[in-house]
């Protein structure tokens, strides 16, 4: 009884002493970040870090179809702090265990609402909090991002033309616009992760995280200034079947409410991404921290690897006595070569299935899958189905449970291309059915990831990226180089990237043409093999055709022995849009891996890292003529220097692998 009283009486207390305050605090572990919630008319947060102003004054509110305004005039009656350090251990991850260490504020509002701030030594996280019971609609979220002064940023625009209503159908793929704020186009809604560069060398990074039953963040400089504001995809209220081949629904009107809410939740954290340097980008575990924890009791059979992949190479084999297709000869030779390199998996992409009805039980004639299985099983491979968003969604349960029955092992998911709120369910739903089923991921013509590959480790994959695949059809003026330089400190951020590499087709600067049957990239050889470390990819391509790999062995092997998933990753060093130098360990083998610009580049790589019972290094470099021959490479052994200094030269446009094991 007296216990009871007493935590009454410290509830009272702190009700009272904070019900004056204008300003809450929270500051990360390492005193360095700080966010500061003032509380007047109108709920705003600032971030600071050290004597930087990372963000100003910024409004924030949640607007409901009662008439309530969350966050306009709030009254505060309670806050609570708590210190966190744990470790979470990752059953899928580019490491196996991740410090979570953290300062948390919770602050509960008059109304039965709340906000939640985690602050990470890396950056700030808040979150609206909803303790109403009873259903309501969502109108608007406020956020409008205020900076001090008109800096540079990079960002992603939507590519799709037309009103902010067209453009909400998009694909979720660019590269990046380079300016200032206030110059960015109004006509464009910009998708999230984006990056702005500060004073003194920092940088933030704007995401989001645990986006669930929510429409995903939308940015915009409406205004032309130094304001980035948010905008959300409203709720679908009529869609038709259409788009590519019938498999996706188009929205035809839409709801005066970007979502509904039946009871207590937590919406989306908004993530601010601190760096001093831009390597600490390139192994940022903040969004993998702030989603959910797993929902799948056991993980033991989710299997990350490989795939022998034929859609990129165009199902373009040679040196056989068939005619290549979407026929079971043609599969049964991308399983012969995947079993010898050892790869995991071969994927069906789209053709195996009836064309324009949206039905994954109508496989053509051509295609035996209960046969295709049989032979994957007897040498190791398993298969993969393509599938577009409208034939998964109207038969769900149904198609999973069929092909997970058959012995099929996952589902590579295509054309979503919204993220209002019934896309992101379908999500989730897609992730807990297929996991139910044991059935793997690969969520292509997907928004990027945030979160949902901790919640449920099965989705080893998200695209939302501007791949490889680009490749088949861009014209030179696309910067594949650069991009590739700049996607490991932005789009790399929020999570895994299903971007295809795999080129052995490779074009130095000035030779590249798009061809979609036997399509190249853009860059030297060992660019691409050293995608296979810099990018992190549980579920990753081998895009180009296995007899193209036949004659390139040397570097088949090294890429079919790179691990997918990994126990420990540093960011070494890099410059976004520069270059990018990332080392992963698997076990006892180190690999780093190296990707410059267009500019020729001499790098030092500091290998201190490594213990003193390493002693030689397996290094592939771009030959003495890869600046005009991009295949050109060479593959040496050599001791580990003894000050651990290793220098490397990189051609225009190329990279490096090293593999270093006990």
């Given amino acids: 009884m007296k216990e009871t009283l007493l935590s009454f009486v410290m509830i009272a207390a702190t009700i009272v002493s904070v019900g004056a305050q204008k300003k809450v605090e929270v500051v990360s572990p390492d005193g360095k970040l700080k966010a500061t919630f003032e509380i007047g008319k109108q709920l705003t947060y600032t971030i600071t870090h050290g004597e930087d102003t990372i963000v100003t004054a910024s409004p924030i509110s949640m607007t409901l179809n009662t008439g309530e305004v969350w966050g306009k005039q709030p009254q505060l009656k309670k806050t609570e702090r708590k210190s966190i350090k744990e470790t979470i251990t990752a059953p899928i991850y580019k490491k196996t265990n991740i410090n979570d260490e953290y300062n948390l504020l919770n602050l509960t509002f008059k109304g039965n609402w709340g906000i939640s701030v985690r602050a990470y030594n890396e950056g700030i996280a808040y979150r609206f909090r909803n303790f109403k019971k009873e259903p309501f609609m969502v109108e608007n979220e406020t956020i409008a991002i205020h900076f001090d002064k008109d800096y540079k940023a990079y960002v992603p625009y939507v590519k799709k033309e037309g009103t902010f209503e067209q453009q909400f159908f998009n694909s979720f793929e660019n590269v990046y616009t380079y300016g200032n704020i206030s110059q960015l186009d109004k006509s464009k809604l910009i998708f999230l992760p984006i990056v702005i560069e500060l004073d003194n060398g920092k940088k933030v990074c704007f995401t989001e995280a645990d986006l669930e039953s929510y429409p995903g963040l939308y940015l915009n400089n409406a205004d032309g200034n130094t304001v980035l504001k948010g905008i959300f995809a409203p709720y679908p209220k009529t869609t038709k079947q259409g788009g590519h081949n019938m498999l996706q629904q188009l929205v035809t009107e839409r709801e005066p409410y970007i979502a509904k809410v039946s009871d207590t939740r937590n919406f989306p954290w908004r993530v601010a991404i601190v760096s001093t340097?831009?390597?600490?980008?390139?192994?940022?575990?903040?969004?993998?921290?702030?989603?959910?924890?797993?929902?799948?009791?056991?993980?033991?059979?989710?299997?990350?690897?490989?795939?022998?992949?034929?859609?990129?190479?165009?199902?373009?084999?040679?040196?056989?006595?068939?005619?290549?297709?979407?026929?079971?000869?043609?599969?049964?030779?991308?399983?012969?070569?995947?079993?010898?390199?050892?790869?995991?998996?071969?994927?069906?992409?789209?053709?195996?299935?009836?064309?324009?009805?949206?039905?994954?039980?109508?496989?053509?004639n051509e295609i035996d899958i209960p046969e295709l299985i049989r032979y994957g099983k007897e040498r190791n491979v398993g298969i993969i189905l393509w599938g577009g968003y409208e034939a998964l969604r109207k038969d769900m349960e149904n198609v999973c449970r069929h092909y997970s029955q058959m012995g099929v092992k996952g589902f590579k998911v295509d054309f979503m291309d919204r993220d209002d709120q019934e896309m992101v369910d379908f999500m989730y739903k897609m992730a807990e059915t297929a996991a139910r089923y044991h059935l793997v991921l690969d969520m292509h013509g997907a928004y990027k990831p945030t979160g949902i590959q901790r919640t449920y480790p099965n989705v080893l994959n998200n695209e939302g990226v501007n791949g490889l695949e680009q490749a088949k059809w861009s014209p030179a003026s696309l910067d594949m180089v650069e991009y590739d330089v700049t996607i490991p400190f932005i789009r790399m951020v929020a999570g895994p990237m299903d971007y295809t590499q795999g080129a052995m087709r490779n074009a130095s600067k000035g030779n590249y043409v798009p061809i979609n049957s036997e399509p190249m990239s853009q860059g030297t050889r060992c660019r691409q093999l050293a995608t296979y470390v810099i990018f992190e990819s549980p579920l990753n391509m081998l895009c180009d055709s296995p007899s193209n790999y036949e004659n390139e062995k040397e570097c088949l092997d090294l890429i079919a022995k790179i691990p997918v998933t990994w126990d420990e990753t540093i960011a070494l060093d890099g410059k976004i849009g520069d270059y990018v130098v990332i080392a992963r360990r698997k076990g006892n083998d180190w690999y780093i891996g190296g990707l410059t610009d267009w500019s020729a580049r001499d790098m030092e790589i500091d290998l201190s890292f490594l213990e003193d019972d390493y002693k030689q290094l397996t290094l592939y470099r771009d030959g003495i003529n890869a600046h005009r021959a991009g295949r050109d490479y060479k593959k040496e052994t050599i001791a580990i220097p003894t000050d651990k200094k290793c220098k490397i030269h990189l051609a225009p446009g190329g990279g490096f692998v090293i593999k270093a094991t006990k």
């Fill in 277 to 364: 340097s831009d390597k600490e980008l390139a192994d940022c575990d903040m969004v993998y921290k702030l989603g959910a924890p797993s929902r799948i009791e056991s993980t033991d059979w989710i299997k990350p690897g490989k795939v022998a992949w034929e859609w990129w190479n165009d199902w373009n084999i040679y040196n056989v006595d068939f005619k290549s297709g979407i026929n079971n000869e043609t599969y049964k030779y991308y399983i012969d070569f995947a079993s010898r390199n050892g790869i995991e998996y071969i994927i069906l992409d789209e053709g195996w299935s009836v064309n324009k009805k949206a039905d994954l039980m109508q496989v053509i």
